[in-house]
């Protein structure tokens, strides 16, 4: 089955600076890659997703590039605020749903004001 | 448009017994997915329901069940429940099944096992 590192568990930046969070993958079938983000108390909020055919996208101070050769995607956030502060997780698929989705083990961003 | 309801949100049980979880999609969502949230495991698929049937399962054992009802929503049932079945049980929605159809999660129920 698929397996997904995150990396890192924790980062910590200073607000207006940019945050990076990178996520590799194992099945190359997989061709689906969506990002989540989870505050206290809530369930996970999709935020942005990438599909195989695309190389990045890109929605407002929110990236996702996926580099399908290397097996890996990464999320970029710019211009930090401090309601980015949350925990996300990359997650992948092969669509086919027999494993639902995989998901990274999340990071934790803190925005430091 | 509400958004995918879980019930109930807290919950407290002793092990042994036996729990149902109830979760509402989106109105027009027919595929109902169950996750379990663990600190040391994350987030781990459970199963998926679509029309009624169940579509996919992940690796839990036979304790583990769930069904989907005309109107999809959907409720999940843990038997003989263990100290480490404690955890927040997530449900998805989304407008087809398949892991690739965009899924749209509910706040989840904390499960808590004594």
């Not at chain 1, 599909?51 to 995607?73: M, P, Y």
């Not at chain 2, 929503?73 to 398949?98: F, H, I, K």
């Given at each position: 089955g698929e397996n997904v590192e995150q990396h890192p568990s924790t980062l910590s930046v200073q607000?207006?600076?940019?945050?990076?969070?990178?996520?590799?993958?194992?099945?190359?079938?997989?061709?689906?890659?969506p990002w989540y983000k989870q505050e206290l108390g809530k369930g996970p909020q999709l935020i942005i997703d990438i599909r195989s055919n695309v190389g990045e996208k890109k929605d407002q101070r929110i990236a996702v590039t996926l580099n399908k050769t290397a097996?890996?995607?990464?999320?970029?956030?710019?211009e930090t605020q401090p309601e980015d502060s949350a925990v996300y997780f990359c997650a992948a698929?092969?669509?086919?749903?027999?494993?639902?989705l995989t998901f990274g083990k999340g990071t934790h961003l803190i925005i430091q004001p | 448009?509400?958004?995918?309801?879980?019930?109930?949100?807290?919950?407290?049980?002793?092990?042994?017994?036996?729990?149902?979880?109830?979760c509402s999609p989106i109105s027009g969502h027919?595929?109902?997915?169950?996750?379990?949230?663990?600190?040391?495991?994350g987030l781990q698929f459970l199963f998926e329901y679509f029309s009624e049937t169940q579509r996919n399962k992940g690796n839990f054992p036979g304790r583990f069940s769930?069904?989907?009802?005309?109107?999809?929503?959907?409720?999940?049932?843990?038997s003989t429940l263990e100290l480490g079945d404690s955890a927040l049980y997530l449900c998805a929605s989304s407008w087809g099944t398949g892991s690739y159809n965009?899924?749209?999660?509910?706040?989840?129920t904390r499960l808590t096992v004594l």
């Amino acid at each position: 089955g698929e397996n997904v590192e995150q990396h890192p568990s924790t980062l910590s930046v200073q607000e207006g600076d940019s945050a990076v969070i990178k996520c590799t993958y194992s099945d190359s079938a997989s061709n689906y890659f969506p990002w989540y983000k989870q505050e206290l108390g809530k369930g996970p909020q999709l935020i942005i997703d990438i599909r195989s055919n695309v190389g990045e996208k890109k929605d407002q101070r929110i990236a996702v590039t996926l580099n399908k050769t290397a097996k890996h995607f990464s999320l970029h956030i710019t211009e930090t605020q401090p309601e980015d502060s949350a925990v996300y997780f990359c997650a992948a698929t092969d669509g086919g749903g027999a494993d639902g989705l995989t998901f990274g083990k999340g990071t934790h961003l803190i925005i430091q004001p | 448009k509400a958004g995918v309801t879980q019930t109930p949100r807290y919950l407290i049980k002793t092990r042994g017994q036996q729990v149902t979880l109830s979760c509402s999609p989106i109105s027009g969502h027919r595929s109902v997915s169950w996750y379990q949230q663990t600190p040391g495991q994350g987030l781990q698929f459970l199963f998926e329901y679509f029309s009624e049937t169940q579509r996919n399962k992940g690796n839990f054992p036979g304790r583990f069940s769930g069904r989907q009802f005309s109107n999809s929503r959907s409720e999940m049932n843990v038997s003989t429940l263990e100290l480490g079945d404690s955890a927040l049980y997530l449900c998805a929605s989304s407008w087809g099944t398949g892991s690739y159809n965009e899924q749209f999660f509910g706040p989840g129920t904390r499960l808590t096992v004594l």
